[in-house]
Each structure stands twice: as structure tokens, then as C-alpha cells.
Nanobody, 123 residues
Framework: QVALVESGGGLVQAGGSLRLSCAAS????????MGWFRQAPGKERDLVVA????????FYSDSVKGRFTISRDNAKNTVYLQMNSLKPEDTAVYYC????????????????WGRGTQVTVSS
């Protein structure tokens, strides 16, 4: 089993930055497909960005391209989401997900999920 714990959320003004962390325990996630998802109140959970197990391919939603960056530190068994130029519409609970299969996959096909961290962007 893999446990994922997100951290780094908080309240930030529009235009500001936050870095979210997703720390894994139980097994190494160095070859796992990993993703960041978010869910705003009253909306479905959507993909923000996903990264393959190799780390060679990343898939960003159009709404965050050029502003958000995913990275992984295999030595720390952690995945990060650097969020810059934040907008009020980025306000949501952000979730980390992982799967031992190395290719990115649909949202409902990830085996492991964290409990989420709240990001609130004020205007």
C-alpha cells in the first residue's frame, strides 16, 4: 500500500505562488504515474497535470499551462506542484494521485489518492 499526503496549500493573493508537496510512504513511487487533480466547490474533480513514471512526459490542463510545473524528487519519494501566477479560479482542493503503472491514465484509474490540500486565491 502507498500513502500519499499533500501539503503546502493555503491562502494566497492573486498573482502569488505556492508549492504543493505530495509525500509518499509505504513504497517507492519513482516509477509510478503521478498526477495532481483539483476540485472546486460544486464542480467535478479535474486533472491539473500528470507525469509518467519515467518523468519524461507531462500533461497539463490548458488552464494551468505556463503557470504550473510538476516535478518529482525520487530520493525524497515526493512529487511537487509549483503554482505561479495564481488566479482566483485556481481555488480548489488539490489532490495527489499515483498508480504503479507508469503511463498516465484517466482520473478514475489511479490506485492511490491523498486527502487533499486546500488552495484559496483571493482577488
Amino acid at each position: 500500500q502507498v500513502a500519499l499526503v499533500e501539503s503546502g496549500g493555503g491562502l494566497v493573493q492573486a498573482g502569488g505562488s505556492l508549492r504543493l508537496s505530495c509525500a509518499a510512504s509505504g513504497r517507492t513511487i519513482s516509477t509510478y504515474a503521478m498526477g495532481w487533480f483539483r476540485q472546486a466547490p460544486g464542480k467535478e474533480r479535474d486533472l491539473v497535470v500528470a507525469i509518467t513514471g519515467s518523468g519524461h512526459r507531462m500533461f497539463y490542463s490548458d488552464s494551468v499551462k505556463g503557470r504550473f510545473t510538476i516535478s518529482r524528487d525520487n530520493a525524497k519519494n515526493t512529487v511537487y506542484l509549483q503554482m505561479n501566477s495564481l488566479k482566483p479560479e485556481d481555488t480548489a482542493v488539490y489532490y495527489c494521485a499515483g498508480d504503479p503503472r507508469s503511463e498516465v491514465r484517466p482520473i478514475n484509474d489511479y490506485n492511490y489518492w491523498g486527502r487533499g490540500t486546500q488552495v484559496t486565491v483571493s482577488s
